[in-house]
Nanobody, 115 residues
């Protein structure tokens, strides 16, 4: 079973920063678009950002200018740099790999923004 391994969640203060990491098997990283989603309590999972094999990033409007998705092709790792965090960013963050109808999910990492 293919696994995406996430790390980097935790507690941050409002206005603070966190960086999430997600490592995928090489065969996945080279073929799939990588992305991040999040799910807050009582809410549906929502898309945050994706990065294609070309390296082109895409963002949901609500995180533009605050979050940055990037990748290291030598480490098969995708990152989500989160700056200017707000309390409403509190959620479980999931790494995703997508290719056509195939979706692979990470186990999720909790991000809590609180003073």
């Amino acid at each position: 079973q293919v696994q995406l391994v996430e790390s980097g969640g935790g507690l941050a203060q409002p206005g603070g920063s966190l960086r999430l990491s997600c490592t995928a098997p090489a065969r996945v990283f080279g073929l799939f678009a990588m992305g991040w989603y999040r799910q807050a309590p009582g809410k549906e999972r929502e898309w945050i950002a994706s990065i294609r094999n070309s390296g082109h990033p895409e963002y949901a409007e609500f995180v533009k200018d605050r979050f940055t998705i990037s990748r290291d092709i030598y480490k098969n790792t995708v990152y989500l740099q989160m700056n200017s965090l707000k309390s409403e960013d509190t959620a479980v963050y999931y790494c995703n790999a997508q290719r056509f109808e195939h979706n692979i999910w990470g186990q999720g990492t909790q991000v809590t923004v609180s003073s």
